[in-house]
């Protein structure tokens, strides 16, 4: 089993991920995190001194080597649903989990979050609000594509979101 958390910055894939792997008795992955530990620098910096095309590739890289994985729970990046050829792989053996939230519950957590600068770089050149909206509604359409399960984040302890997700998933019988 395979369970594949996607979803916008700042929506709750690792807090919940983690959550949902001990619900599970799974190991929890963050592809962000991996991708971090196999380049040896932050986000940050792979895109200061290669640019988003390079951190991309390795995205793209490191969801190829997910696809042959089983029995985790994995939270992408918020633009991995980019890859399509490598979201279909994975959609093909895993539950996929749209957590999803709203433009200004988003701006509030990015706001508030201290590794906002470290792990989450500006992706345009936009003010933040701005840059929320115009990428929301370019993911969006890729998020729902994918997604067995859509769940809204914005008011919801991770606790009760895990919690939703798993019942959901035992009702569905992805979980035997």
């Known amino acids: ?9 700042a929506t709750g894939k690792t807090t919940v991920g983690k959550k949902l792997a001990e619900l599970l008795s799974l190991p929890f992955l963050d592809l962000d995190e991996y991708i ?3 380049a040896g620098k932050t986000i940050s910096e792979i895109v200061e001194e290669k640019g988003w095309p390079a951190f991309r590739e390795l ?3 490191a969801l190829f080597e997910m696809s042959k994985k089983d029995n985790l729970v994995l939270a992408l990046g918020g633009g991995a649903v980019m890859h399509a050829d ?15 939230s709203h433009p200004e519950i ?4 990015l ?10 770089p500006a992706l345009t050149d936009k003010d933040l609000a701005e840059e929320i ?4 509604s370019k993911r969006e359409p890729l998020y729902e594509k994918y997604a067995d399960l859509t769940v809204e984040t914005d008011h919801k302890a991770p606790q009760e979101i895990a919690e939703e997700i798993f019942f959901s998933l035992k009702q569905s019988r ?3």
């Open 86 to 100: 490598e979201m279909d792989l994975i959609k093909a053996n895993s539950s996929v989990i749209w957590l999803k």
């Open 174 to 176: 992805a979980l035997n």
């Open 133 to 136: 909206s115009l990428l929301l």
């Open 111 to 120: 706001s508030e979050d201290e590794k906002t600068c470290a792990f989450r």
């Open 36 to 38: 971090v530990k196999k």
């Open 106 to 109: 988003i701006l509030k957590r």
């Open 59 to 61: 995205e793209k890289e």
């Open 1 to 9: 089993m395979k369970i594949i958390l996607i979803g916008f910055r």
